[in-house]
């Protein structure tokens, strides 16, 4: 995710499609248009969004373009290097030891790296797992994860299972997930001083994708809505610009996933880590135009309707909106914590201990991978772990330095 080339939505400089590309990008601009016409001329941002990243073979992460690494449109953690899904395996391995289950789920595991890096770790520590379960909503990352585990790990190959929808209950294990909630849809708020509107698609009539901002239907959203002018009045002070609107994003599919995780899981834990903030920081009065991005080719900008299905879009996590969801379901919130300080209490010193400075081209390549991943102004500060756990608080080196959750 970092990394990338700050472009001020000048798409004018963005890299052009191949027409191949450029008509696979028509097909799903024809397919969203088609819902918004069926849909008296309007949908929810939330759902442009999910069609734009998951409509069947035609979405961002549905159909087959390459989206992660040096030549895709962006780059997480474990792309970057194998020391983040090592540490996530240490973690792991504790994990075991205070719950007794041996059974690993990753939800949305991308091109299949963290699985393989860390089931490496994991057997380097004699630790497998007597099982690696995967749930991936795109059947292309799906099959690429496949391939990637039958090449690089076959002799772990069997350890592997796809699942097509959550286990069911109860389910005992550990869940994981790197920059999965970020992925999910998002619903997007417009805030007036006295008016709370809910920003929709809609097409203008040469057929492009305009916003339409209207009374939200759906009751949650308002009540989340009215909870964030709360916050706002408590922060007055923060900002005073009256008349100015306010945009800003709501994950609903987050916390009810996060709801019905907890009703499936008997007994263990769930790792997340993504980027994000708590509620106060992610509602702040200045941060008026909300977390939403999108990446195409390591441009980042904020135009959502640019080339759909060709580009990513995200939103930053609200954090304390999770750990509500959890605690409101049974969980336990056991730690949260930024990913450098989950890093560098988590095992990242000892897996490192060992390099050897005269090797210089791979001493100084690690060094520029633990600078990506912990420096604040690189992942370090904004990407937070969070730690929620069934039955028992459970206890992890990688929140020792710092547990930040009573700010959630
Ligand atoms: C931003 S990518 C992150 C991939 C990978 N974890 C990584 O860190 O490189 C999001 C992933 O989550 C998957 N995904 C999104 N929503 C999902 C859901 N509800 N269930 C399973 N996978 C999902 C996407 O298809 C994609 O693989």
Not at 29 to 42: M, R
Not at 162 to 174: E, Q, R, T, Y
Not at 308 to 334: E, K
Not at 375 to 381: A, C, D, N, R, V
Request: proline share 5%.
């Amino acid at each position: 995710m970092p990394k990338e080339t700050k472009t001020n939505s000048n798409q004018n400089t963005f890299p052009e499609p191949s027409s191949e590309t450029k008509a696979h990008s028509d097909r799903l601009k024809i397919l969203i248009q088609e819902k918004i016409k069926a849909n008296n001329g309007k949908i929810t941002f939330a759902d442009y969004m999910n069609l734009a990243l998951y409509a069947p073979g035609l979405g961002y992460y549905s159909a087959g373009l390459k989206k992660f690494g040096q030549q895709g449109d962006f780059i997480t953690a474990p792309e970057i290097s194998p020391i983040f899904s090592q540490c996530l395996a240490l973690q792991c391995i504790q994990i075991m030891q205070q719950t007794q289950q041996l059974v690993l789920l990753e939800v949305g595991a991308g091109s299949g790296v963290m699985a393989i890096e860390l089931i490496l770790e994991l057997e380097k520590q004699s630790q497998l797992p007597e099982q690696y379960l995967i749930l991936e909503l795109s059947a292309d990352l799906r099959e690429r994860q496949h391939q990637a585990i039958q090449t690089r790990i076959p002799h772990l190959s069997d350890r592997f299972v796809w699942l097509d929808s959550l286990p069911d209950k109860p389910f005992n294990g550990i869940i994981i997930a790197n920059e999965l909630l970020d992925a999910m849809p998002v619903h997007l708020l417009k805030l007036d001083s006295d008016v709370i509107l809910e920003r929709y698609v809609s097409m203008s009539e040469a057929g492009h994708f305009i916003w339409q901002d209207a009374a939200p239907k759906n009751n949650r959203l308002k009540k989340i809505a009215d909870e964030i002018k709360s916050l706002h009045h408590d922060q007055a002070h923060l900002n005073d610009k009256p008349g100015t609107s306010y945009i800003t994003e709501v994950n609903l599919q987050a916390i009810d996933w996060v709801k019905t995780i907890a009703d499936i899981l008997g007994s263990g834990a769930i790792l997340l880590v993504d980027y994000g903030y708590t509620a106060l920081e992610y509602y702040h009065p200045q941060r008026s135009m909300g977390t939403l991005m999108c990446h195409y080719q390591h441009h980042r900008h904020d135009d959502p309707f640019y080339l759909p299905g060709l580009q990513d879009i995200t939103a930053h996590v609200n954090f304390s909106s999770i750990a509500h969801a959890a605690t409101d379901s049974g969980l336990i919130v056991c730690g949260f914590t930024t990913q450098a300080h989950f890093l560098m209490a988590g095992g990242l010193v000892e897996l490192t201990r060992d390099l050897n400075p005269d090797d210089v081209l791979h001493f100084s390549e690690v060094a520029r991978q633990i600078k990506i991943l912990t420096l604040p102004e690189e992942m370090g500060e904004l990407f937070k772990v969070i730690l929620l756990a069934k039955d028992k608080r459970l206890s992890l080196p990688a929140f020792q330095f710092k547990n930040f959750q009573n700010r959630l």
